[in-house]
């Protein structure tokens, strides 16, 4: 009887020691695969600073780059239907980016603005303009030198969502605050 309870406790002790580095395994495993994402994260935010035309080595494009849910990071602005008032929601944004402008005199953005396809071309430069415009005097209001900001509108005409429904309209009904050398 002895043998048996001597073996039972061998086996259990064999069966938590097989546990345990199969968990350390798992966790091995997991761990390389989270460091593997984080490095496909960081390439694919190094890609996309790249893409639109700035330079990662730059400090402050690699501050946006390392909080990417700060205020900062977000550099588009939407609107409702047929409007150019900012929203409440996009505020604390647009404050973010006028406070950095505001302590770097050097920096230059151009506000670009955007609509969704409802409308006439004319129309819908004339309230992308409009919206691009609401972004730069709040800018302005809160101690940005006006020379430092362009505006254009391109209406229509750069959608980032194709498609003919109110998903796709909201992305486009939109300001972009492109930073500039």
Not at 41 to 65: H, N, T, V, Y
Request: glycine share 6%; with cysteine; aromatic share 6%.
């Amino acid at each position: 009887m002895q043998n048996w309870i001597a073996l039972a406790i061998a086996g259990l002790f064999l069966a938590a020691c097989a546990t345990v580095t199969d968990v350390d395994t798992d966790d091995r495993r997991v761990s390389d695969r989270d460091r593997m994402a984080d490095e496909d994260w960081s390439e694919q935010r190094l890609e996309e600073a790249r893409a639109r035309g700035l330079d990662p080595s730059d400090p402050f494009i690699s501050a946006l780059m390392d909080d990417p849910e700060g205020p900062l990071s977000r550099q588009t602005v939407y609107f409702d239907f047929d409007r150019s008032e900012i929203r409440n929601e996009d505020m604390p944004v647009i404050e973010a980016h006028a406070r950095f402008l505001s302590g770097h005199p050097d920096r230059r953005m151009t506000i670009e603005g955007h609509t969704d396809e409802r409308g006439s071309r004319e129309y819908n430069l004339a309230l992308g303009e409009r919206r691009a415009e609401a972004v730069k005097r709040i800018m302005v209001l809160n101690g940005v030198d006006e020379d430092q900001l362009d505006v254009t509108s391109y209406g229509e005409e750069n959608p980032v969502a194709l498609g003919s429904n109110e998903e796709a309209w909201q992305q486009n009904r939109r300001a972009e605050l492109i930073y500039r050398q």
